[in-house]
């Protein structure tokens, strides 16, 4: 819907030439921007419409296209969209792919694109012969296939899952140069189906004595972690469905614990055996590793919330300008203690802000769109964005987390990201 605009609406509300993000909403893109995006057509083009169809058109507007497909996949000409599989690892089941997250849009990643992190590889489970077992301090011990996990209540939330170890190479010295999911894309966001955990446990019988539970995946290391008993009887979910259909062997199948808002290693695919305890088990992925070393040499353990964090996904490194012009800032923001309440832009490097456009839905522990109108001088630019979430938790610039947590984190890196933007109108990944 188009309102009337006044001189206002184009007049910049924050250094570097941010514009109020109602202007897009309003309709402002043609009077905002200063050269036309599409194509004026001459009048001769526009004497025929439609245009006839002749041989030297495209195939496409004379042949018959092609067959049915049982299940369909992307155009080839997005072929280039793919997960950036990570490093050559031994054993090669071991390590990550990342989502790319510059080439998406809206709040739901494609199941096919979701990032992964695979301690073992993708067990190719056959889903007759696997079993969840409850087990433990219950009063009476359950196994469950996933046929009968079928027939329970189910809910549905959209949530996003992000590795502990996402962005961890913002800790090293130098900004690296990639494209913004090769760095920061080991997090995607899906819509999760599945049974609440707490319907599963409330049948078991959980003893009062009980306060942890230790999660194992049905891969070939038996990947095991220790969770707290009441997060998990709060809001911990057991996903058969991701973005409708069920969910992908990479991240699962068949069945997965979804843990909303907490690190990745927390949300245990194939899962086998929820063991209810009244103490951590200590296992490597909580001693060895997912712990931060302290600059005073103590450790951070059980650090398990992901905290708020944005990114501008365009413009951003490897992708391009097209000149002085008016363009839209577009990035995702996201926070593990529950919903995104804003986001500032910034193209001054931090020196002045403006809040970003939050698009519908904005929804709890799940991936937030935000948008701003920016008129681009063609001068150079650092554009920052920083996330609030609604428990007031303001995303940190990168000078500040590193003096609180030193070098040797490694997990947990949620710096304020920064892209500058040169006359040429070239996009680096900087540190400012
Ligand atoms: N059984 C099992 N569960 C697992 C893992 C694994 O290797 N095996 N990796 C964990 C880690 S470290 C992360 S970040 C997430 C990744 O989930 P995804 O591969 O679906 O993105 O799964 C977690 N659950
Ligand atoms: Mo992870």
Redesign the pocket.
Known sequence: MSVKLSKDDLTPIAGGGLLHRRLFLKGGVVLATAQAIARPLRAEETATAPPPVDPADPPWLHETGGPFTGYGTPSKYEKYVVRNIGGNRTPAGEG?SWTPLQDLEGIVTPSGL???????GVPAIDPTLHRLVIHGLVRQPLEYTVESLLRYPMRSRFLF??????SNAGWHQEPIQRPVGDFHG?V?CSEWTGVPLSVLLDEAGVDSKASWVIA????A???N?SLPLSKLADDAMIALYQNGERV?P???YPI??IVPGW?????????RRLQVTDQPAMTR?ETAK?TELLPSGKARMFTFVMHAKSLITSPSPGQKMYGPNVYEIRGLAWSGRGKIAKVDISADGGHSWAEADLQDPVLSQCFTRFRLPWKWDGQPAILKSRATDESGYVQPERDVLVKERGREGYFHYNAIVSWAIDEDGEITHVYA
């Open positions: 990550v979701h990032f992964e992190r695979h301690h073992d899952i992000e590795c502990g170890g996402n080991l995607s194992e995946g049905g891969d290391g038996l990947l972690v992908r990479e991240n699962g997965r614990l690190e990745g290693i927390t949300n245990v695919k194939w899962l992925n997912y």
